[in-house]
Nanobody
């Protein structure tokens, strides 16, 4: 079984910073892409940022120049450094990974979600 465990969410003032982490564990053969999505109540889940095993990154326009995605392949961990946070960044953030496992083959996995609240 494969699990994604997130950490690092919380409450921060506008203009502040937070760093999210997501660690994958289990019967992992290979991780192709990891990333972050977010979903506000009543809205569709949207891409925030992704990073491939080779280090190529992709960002939503709304977070470019403020957020940075990175990964430690040896630790099967992806990070999201969020700077210059705005109230509209408030929502639940979900870790996502495309993982090949010895049991299930290639599948997409999701974390449980971590709340980020930007408020004064």
């Amino acid at each position: 079984q494969v699990q994604l465990v997130e950490s690092g969410g919380g409450l921060v003032q506008p203009g502040g910073s937070l760093r999210l982490s997501c660690a994958a564990s289990g019967s992992i053969l290979r991780i192709n892409t990891m990333g972050w999505y977010r979903q506000a109540p009543g809205k569709q889940r949207e891409l925030v940022a992704t990073i491939t095993r080779g280090g190529s990154t992709n960002y939503a326009d709304s977070v470019k120049d403020r957020f940075t995605v990175s990964a430690d392949n040896a630790k099967n961990t992806v990070y999201l450094q969020m700077n210059s946070l705005k109230p509209e960044d408030t929502t639940v953030y979900y870790c996502n990974a495309d993982i090949s496992s010895s049991i299930y083959g290639l599948r997409k996995y999701w974390g449980q979600g971590t709340q980020v609240t930007v408020s004064s």
